[in-house]
């Protein structure tokens, strides 16, 4: 997709009520596209509408729901589809989760992908389409304080693969990127982890953050999807405030 052909496409992103979502449904809105956002808080994406204007439509419902999914392609066909929507884990190590607490990415990350993925590759979306799907650094390098996160966050950048291969075997022509972004304490997810590691550490969140070099920004995840959207790239590609990384 051109960044013409962006400009007055349709574009859905899950997650935009806030974070790296909503920074992305932004982006997006600049660029001309015609945005679906879809989140639980109503009020929240009203606010995202005031800021954004008419180019951002609102949908609360969860991601993870499959008739959300089919219903949500079905009525505005997206060229582009944003999966950013994500659980935050409960921060505590390993034996002080439930086997609820430890799964809970799994239920609303990985089904959201699995869902929407699926309805992608059904539809079909059109030739030139794309869809993009957050996982995590944390799916390579694990995450001990996140209960199943890392591995929930593996399994999504392993339903992009296969789904790019059903799109090639299939000769649909629908593009599937995994991004896997450093944690940061710039969004409410991430800040929650970023005090819990540093307790483990022993350390306050200014000194934590100090040994992490540059925090990743909303703005910054928000131009590199729309770098992503607008590119030929696929596969995943490793996000910090650098920049992007192809993952091989
Ligand atoms: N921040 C980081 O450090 C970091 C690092 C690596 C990967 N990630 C990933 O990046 C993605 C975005 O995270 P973020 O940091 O921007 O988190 P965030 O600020 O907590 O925002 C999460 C967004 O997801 C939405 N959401 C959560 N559950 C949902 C559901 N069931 N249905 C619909 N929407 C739902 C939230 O809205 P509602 O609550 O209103 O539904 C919100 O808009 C996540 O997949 C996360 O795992 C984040």
Redesign the pocket.
Known sequence: MTTAQLAGSTAVV??????????IASALVQAGAQVTG????GA??EGVRAELGTGFTPV??????PV?AGHVIDQYQPRLLV??????PLSRPLHQQTWQSFSR?WE??VQ?VFHWTREALLRPLAPGSAVIA?????ALFGSPLSGG?AGA?ATIRFITQYAADESQRGGLGIRFVA?????????????A??AAYAAREGMDVPSFLATRGLS?T?EQ?GKAVLDLAVGTGHGAYLLAAAGLKELQ
Do not use: C, N
């Open positions: 899950t997650g935009a009520s806030r974070g790296f979502g909503k920074a879809v989140a639980r808080d929240r994406l609360a419902a969860d991601a993870a729901d959300v999966l950013a929507a994500g659980a935050a990415v609303v990350d959201q957050f996982s995590s650094g944390a996160y966050k991004v896997l972004p450093q944690l940061t304490p710039e969004t409410e997810l991430g800040a982890a970023v990743l909303p995840a």
